[in-house]
């Protein structure tokens, strides 16, 4: 949570003070505002000290707290979190299982994840490096949606692999 100024640790000297439904008060010097809190029962919380004027709300301070604390977790819960999600294709993929993968790829980055593309060869056909990368780049043209390569095709041993994200 950030650091918010209450009561009498308020610098400013006049504030837009918002009551405790969300309602605009008015503009006033920090001393009514206090004096305005005490007649309340209430605290005066700065939540917007970078205005001008600095807006401060008349709440009670664990509320506030609480309110501030469901409000990170809402946020937290929210968030996507970006996967790297992995295909695996071979030299003698069939042109319907590329269209497969390649669908699953598009769902993949249509959900927002990266996804690695790996080709693997196996025994003699290491060989054929070049067949390899041409069939990667193939598998490339079947994938519907737009997007971007994060990490070129470089080749590691047996496997041909590169990275897409989606287009931004």
Do not use: C
């Amino acid at each position: 949570m950030q650091k918010v100024s209450l009561n009498h640790q308020i610098k400013a000297p006049t504030l837009r003070i918002v009551n405790e439904q969300g309602e605009q008060v008015g503009v006033m010097k920090l001393s009514e505002a206090l004096a305005l809190a005490h007649e309340h029962g209430l605290d005066l919380v700065e939540i917007a000290p970078n205005a001008k004027p600095p807006v401060a709300k008349l709440i009670d301070f664990a509320k506030f707290k609480y309110q501030q604390k469901k409000l990170e977790q809402q946020q937290k819960k929210n968030a996507h979190k970006t996967e790297v999600k992995t295909i695996w294709i071979s030299v003698r993929i069939s042109e319907h299982d590329m269209e497969i993968k390649a669908g699953k790829v598009s769902e993949f980055l249509n959900d927002g994840d990266i996804v690695k593309i790996e080709l693997r060869m196996r025994g003699r056909e290491q060989a054929f490096g070049d067949l390899g990368r041409q069939n990667l780049q193939k598998f490339l043209t079947f994938i519907k949606l737009p997007y971007r390569i994060e990490v070129p095709l470089k080749r590691m041993g047996g496997t041909w692999s590169l990275t897409v994200a989606p287009a931004k």
